[in-house]
Structure formats: C-alpha cells, structure tokens
C-alpha cells in the first residue's frame, strides 16, 4: 500500500532495546522530519502531506507501538509499557536507526502526545515541534466537561478494564472505524478509500484494539503522573512549538490551546485553520502553508 499513498519511499523496520518493531516508510532529502499519527490511524494520515514536504526534508512517517505493523505487545499492569515516555522512546529508536540524532517533528493527535514526551525528555534530540489539535493531556484531563466527554467518548470507554473495549471493537472494526472518524465534523469525506482500507487493515490485525485502548489507559494513568511530576519540578519545554488545531474540533470548543501550551513550553506559537480533527487530510494545503515555514526555520 505504501507505493500508492507513499510513492518513492521506502518502508523500514526499526527495533527497540526492549525489542519492539517499528514499522513506516521514509523518502525525500534534506534535514530529518518525523511524522507521527493518531487514533484509529496509521503513518498513512500524511500521505497527502509527504510528497511536498519530501521537497524540503528526509521524511519519516513511523506507526506508533500498537498501531499500524508496529508492534502491539501486551499491556503491563500499570500500562507503562504504553506511556508516552516508552513511545517517545520507541521513535527516538527509530530515528536513531535511520541515522539521526537530531530532527523535527511534526504529529497529530496520539502522535503528538509522544511528541509531547519527546521534546519533554529528549530536548537534545528534537528541533522543533509541530503539534496537531491536541491541548496538554494533563490540561484535557483536569478540565474536562460534560462537553467534552460527550464528545470525546472514547477517551472514557477505552480506557475501561479490559477485554471489554477490546472485545467489542474487535466484533466489528471497521464500523469502529467508520463510527469514530465519520462522526466529526467533516464526516468521511476527506478520508482518501486507499487510506480508509490501510486503516482498517491495521485496526483488525491481531492485538491492534488491545494496543490503542493501551495506549488511552497509560494516557489516563502513568501519563498524567509523568506530567504532574514535570509541573511540580517547574520543568517546561524549551523546545520551539507551533501549535495547531481544528477551527471545527472538540479541542477547540473545549479548551484554548495556547495559554495551554505556554503553561508548559517557552516558546509557543500557533491558531486554528479552517478545517475539523484530522487536519492532514482535511486541510493539507493549510497546513503546509503554516507548518512549512516553521519547520525549515
């Protein structure tokens, strides 16, 4: 599928010290860019994106642990092994395995709450940061409204003990699928069908439902108590952030973003587009237009 939605890059395997693979592709020249995902999805979210911003950089779009063809391993009890911190971990692998120790990144959603960690614990290794219709987890979760919650239902029923979530996204994926990214604001539209089909794909393979409510269980858990001890040693991030989000979107009727982000980072900038949650998709040509600029500073 990569040779469709990703022409010219190649796919790769990377492997962790505590042996997870990581899957994705990479194509283009220049300085290293990162491109991480969100829920449901996989690398292939920036298949609209890649192509441009291969003019500029080294592109590499990985699937985070338990999404996509990374590995999807089997919770811890306290969910660490899906923390933010153990998946930042996982891409700073990956990149290190591709040859570089210093690069940008660029993540939506669930990516973006790994970039979150990575420029939080690794800034040596991280140039700048965009970051793509999220607020702070520990923001999100501390404020969190009627509003919200009812539109952010997910949040709240993957993280319910397993196997219960497990087992009913596991009887009917792709309706999972269909439900959670038709039901926002620009309903399916968007969605390339070759895109549509690689995320199903991967949202049916074998431990992929156990992965990502992993991931929401670690986000509602050891997360917040990474981020919590991060506020209370006064630590912020130094490392230079755009901050982007949907003019349509929950985390824009919900929250503000940016006083959100400079509670935790120096140096912040950022606004809405004109576009709903998945704004590689949505609004490619808006996104470039912002992001682009930022990112070869």
Not at 148 to 156: C, G, K, N, Q, S
């Amino acid at each position: 599928m990569h040779d469709l939605l990703f022409p010219g890059f190649r796919p790769f395997t990377a492997v962790t010290d505590d042996g997870i693979t990581i899957a994705g592709v990479s194509g283009g020249a220049g300085a290293p860019l990162l491109l991480l995902h969100g829920h449901p999805q996989t690398h292939a979210i920036w298949h609209k994106v890649a192509p441009l911003l291969a003019q500029h950089f080294t592109v590499v779009a990985c699937d985070l642990r338990g999404y996509g063809d990374s590995s999807k391993p089997q919770g811890a009890p306290d969910h660490a092994n899906y923390s933010k911190r153990v998946m930042a971990a996982d891409m700073l692998a990956s990149m290190r395995h591709l040859g570089f120790e210093r690069f940008r990144v660029m993540a939506h959603d669930r990516g973006a709450r790994v970039a979150h960690r990575l420029v939080a614990d690794h800034p040596q290794a991280v140039e700048r940061a965009v970051l793509l219709d999220i607020a702070p987890t520990l923001a999100m979760y501390e404020g969190a409204t009627e509003a919200f919650a009812r539109a952010y239902w997910h949040w709240f029923f993957l993280i319910q003990p397993a196997p219960l979530p497990e087992r009913l996204i596991e009887a009917d994926p792709g309706a999972y699928l269909r439900d959670v990214m038709g039901r926002r604001s620009a309903g399916l539209a968007p969605f390339d069908a070759r895109a549509l089909a690689e995320y199903a794909r991967c949202l049916s393979l074998p431990g992929t439902a156990h992965g990502i409510c992993e991931d929401y269980r670690a986000a509602a858990g050891i997360d917040l108590e990474h981020d919590r001890a991060d506020r209370a040693a006064g630590r912020r991030i130094e490392t230079p952030l755009l901050a982007l989000w949907g003019a349509q979107g929950v985390v824009q009727r919900c929250f503000d973003p940016l006083p959100e982000w400079r509670k935790v980072a120096t140096q912040v900038e950022g606004e809405a587009l004109d576009c709903g949650h998945y704004i590689p998709e949505e609004a490619p040509d808006a996104l470039l237009a912002r992001a682009l600029p930022f990112l070869s500073e």
